[in-house]
């Protein structure tokens, strides 16, 4: 087991392009986050899956973001017509049922909006 | 009020001496407390947790936590130039497994 891994490290993309990012979790962890992080601001939480199903969506999470669990496995996180302000870098968390021993961060994908 | 709080920094203290962090939460519900380092351009690392009050210790990381006064606090001892970075509070609240996250504390050890 390598942890959590996410795809890519680094995103550059045109303001109004669409993009996807990748977790894959520890192989064992039930729950799998998506958080977000700007500048001098600690992560903030996007989205909860408990399985393949999602169980909350922050209402940072408007209509242009979609993530996805399907098979309980890895996940999808979709950004639809990019803005400026979504650059930020975006953490996959892993955990088992018992959140409370805490979550496993992934490395991260960093997206710049131009 | 924000339902996790940090005292704003930055921290700058010198090689050897201890550093304090303080973190104040406003979910009294909350039952687990974490402390994450996280290095500049990095993702955040789970360096102590704690659950019940009092203190806990491992290595040169002690964590308290007060219920009462929704209170936890990180101190490192004899700090090193390489314990710089940002640290970050972090509580499960009522949820039962949502990790709400502080602003952090950004620290820098002076050689």
């Known amino acids: 087991d390598t942890g959590v891994s996410q795809n890519p490290r680094h995103k550059i993309t045109k303001r109004g392009q669409n993009v996807t990012f990748r977790c894959d979790p520890i192989?064992?962890?039930?729950?799998l986050y998506w958080y977000r992080q700007t500048l001098g601001q600690g992560p903030e939480f996007l989205t909860y899956f408990q399985n393949e199903a999602q169980l909350e969506k922050s209402r940072l999470l408007s209509d242009r973001f979609s993530a996805e669990r399907p098979k309980g496995s890895f996940s999808t996180l979709e950004i639809q017509r990019t803005e400026q302000g979504d650059s930020a870098m975006y953490l996959c968390?892993?955990?088992?049922?018992?959140?409370?021993?805490?979550?496993?961060f992934g490395s991260g994908t960093r997206l710049t909006v131009v | 009020q924000k339902e996790v709080e940090q005292n704003s920094g930055p921290l700058s203290v010198p090689e050897g001496a201890i550093a304090s962090l303080n973190c104040t939460y406003s979910?009294?519900?909350?039952?687990?407390f974490f402390w994450y380092r996280q290095y500049s351009g990095k993702s955040p690392e789970l360096i102590m947790s704690?659950?019940?009050?009092g203190d806990k210790e491992d290595g040169r990381f002690t964590a308290q936590l007060n219920k009462a006064s929704q209170y936890v606090s990180l101190l490192i001892r004899d700090s090193q130039p390489s314990d710089s970075a940002t640290y970050l509070c972090?509580?499960?609240?009522?949820?039962?497994?949502?990790?709400?996250f502080g602003k952090g504390t950004l620290l820098t050890v002076n050689p």
């Open positions: 192989s064992e962890h039930n729950r």
């Open positions: 704690i659950y019940s009050n």
């Open positions: 972090a509580v499960i609240g009522g949820s039962n497994y949502k990790l709400t």
């Open positions: 968390a892993s955990s088992s049922l018992r959140a409370d021993y805490g979550y496993t």
């Open positions: 979910d009294r519900g909350s039952q687990s």
